[in-house]
């Protein structure tokens, strides 16, 4: 279920806490490694290299897993929420799962040092909480605080942590150690994840689970079809993808140096941050 | 690179440099080798920004009359390809694709591979044009880069957020063309050339495998 390669959020919502302990057992698991080519091939060393997947048998088997799971389960799922839900109440549940992810997305903002995307992630949670009738409506883009992608992976790039080799995970899909950790960090400072047991509380955080999945799977059921219908080999062509796209936001977040402090103030300038290039 | 042109617009071979594409090329060869002399920056005939943005923005909205157009599926998917044909430099980026394996191949396979590329390129495109309507296209801004001229626009369709789409375009082929769209920070040919090179890397780094995998792609639909 590599549901958030093309998809232009991270949507995952609470399937989060699935994750947390999914990419626990992962690292248990990890012990099919690719042999490198001979030195006597450097055109192939170098591919090796540039792919940066040593532990590609192992990320097969889980893809081939996931994949199985989700042509069974998810993508039906997907696809039936699609056929019986009208448009306009999915993108209001879509609108009501962003919202809840605000607040980590906040924390995530500050923590990457930008404070006009920490503003905009602020602004869109008063906003919408409230005109927006807790998230229903994104009142907020419209009066001019667009939402971002933002997550404690991302942070981690603008501290200059490179990404490390590909790992495609159980459930989660494609990523790597350090978006795996940026997962689990945003799992554990979700309030979600302290506020409140009981009943009441699961019911909402599995329904937010549930709902979660569908509306991140139905967002990319097109795309998704597509690669497996296109690509002669999807393993890779996925992994391709989601490391341009993860490459490009964390670009698109580095670049983002919105003026904070009055024009008369005067400008320092910003070192580049050192995050690798894949 | 200016000053560069500026050399050539000096010499008299300026003169008959209207068109002719042979002549252009000899021109621009006997310039580079200028340039080289005087340690100038040798770009090849790298469009200028504003060509790369109107040629885009004409492209575009031929793509887009041609995508939200009354006819059926299959008009469509013909307008499509005449597009295609003409603004689009299949042969740079089908050989970018096939990266180092293209010096292995031999010329039959070159020659091959490009048919099916052009084939399956063509037909991945046209199997599209059911899904979009509506869509709409505005150009931003451009900026030179290495391979080209990257000009960026936002593609809008309903009902779905904005997306940005990148479109790199080079004079390599002789005229203005297409040689890779970026949608989202993805780069289409990086992503056919890492799948390309997964499948050739999985069946003994044989060119012929992909050809046969290419065919078999083009006969299917």
Not at chain 1, 192 to 208: D, K, L, P
Request: glycine letters at 8%; one cysteine or more.
């Amino acid at each position: 279920m590599p549901v958030n390669v093309l998809s232009s959020r991270r949507r995952f919502g609470s399937l989060r806490r699935w994750g947390l302990c999914a990419s626990g057992a992962v690292i248990v698991a990890l012990a099919g490694c690719a042999t490198p080519p001979p030195a006597s091939q450097p055109d192939a060393l170098a591919d090796f290299r540039e792919t940066n997947d040593p532990l590609e048998p192992t990320n097969r088997v889980f893809y081939a897993v996931n994949n199985g799971i989700d042509t069974v389960l998810l993508r039906p799922a997907a696809v039936a929420y699609r056929y019986v839900v009208p448009e306009t109440i999915r993108s209001h549940t879509h609108n009501v799962l962003t919202n809840l992810g605000m607040p980590v997305q906040l924390i995530d903002d500050m923590f990457a040092a930008k404070p006009r995307r920490a503003g905009d992630t602020l602004m869109r949670l008063l906003i919408n909480s409230t005109i927006g009738v807790a998230g229903v409506f994104d009142v907020a883009t419209d009066w001019g605080w667009p939402d971002h992608e933002s997550d404690a992976g991302m942070t981690l790039a603008l501290w200059g942590i490179s990404e490390g080799p590909y790992l495609f995970l159980p459930i989660l899909g494609p990523s790597n150690p350090r978006d795996a950790t940026g997962f689990g960090v945003d799992v554990a400072i979700s309030p979600s994840t302290w506020v409140g047991q009981g009943t009441v509380v699961n019911a909402i955080n599995y329904s937010r689970l549930g709902l979660g999945a569908l509306d991140a799977r139905s967002q990319v059921l097109d795309s998704l079809d597509k690669i497996k219908e296109q690509a002669l080999d999807p393993y890779a062509t996925i992994r391709s993808l989601y490391r341009q796209h993860r490459q490009s936001t964390i670009d698109d977040a580095q670049a983002d140096e919105q003026a904070t402090v009055p024009a008369w103030f005067p400008a320092t300038p910003i070192p580049p941050n050192g995050a690798a290039k894949p | 690179m200016t000053g560069y042109t500026k050399l050539i617009g000096q010499t008299p071979v300026s003169q008959g440099f209207s068109g002719n594409p042979m002549g252009r090329r000899t021109v621009l060869a006997a310039g580079c080798s200028l340039a080289l002399a005087f340690a100038l920056p040798a770009a090849a005939a790298e469009p200028s920004v504003s060509q790369a943005t109107d040629f885009v923005d004409r492209t575009g909205h031929e793509l887009m009359t041609a995508v939200n157009g009354p006819g059926t599926t299959k008009d469509k998917g013909a307008a499509l390809q005449t597009i295609i044909d003409r603004a689009v430099d299949v042969n740079t980026i089908g050989r970018f694709c096939l990266g180092r394996f293209w010096r292995q191949a031999t010329p039959q396979q070159q020659k091959d591979y490009i048919d099916l590329f052009h084939r399956v390129l063509v037909q991945n495109i046209t199997g599209k044009v059911g899904e979009y309507e509506g869509v709409s296209l505005v150009v931003n801004r451009a900026a030179p880069r290495e391979d080209g001229i990257a000009v960026t626009t936002t593609v809008t369709r309903p009902n779905s957020a904005p997306n940005r789409v990148d479109w790199l375009v080079s004079n390599e082929s002789g005229s203005l063309r297409i040689i890779d769209v970026i949608a989202e920070g993805t780069s289409l040919r990086l992503t056919q050339r890492n799948d390309y090179t997964a499948y050739l890397g999985r069946n003994n780094n044989d060119v012929q495998a992909l050809i046969d995998a290419l065919k078999k792609q083009a006969s299917g639909a």
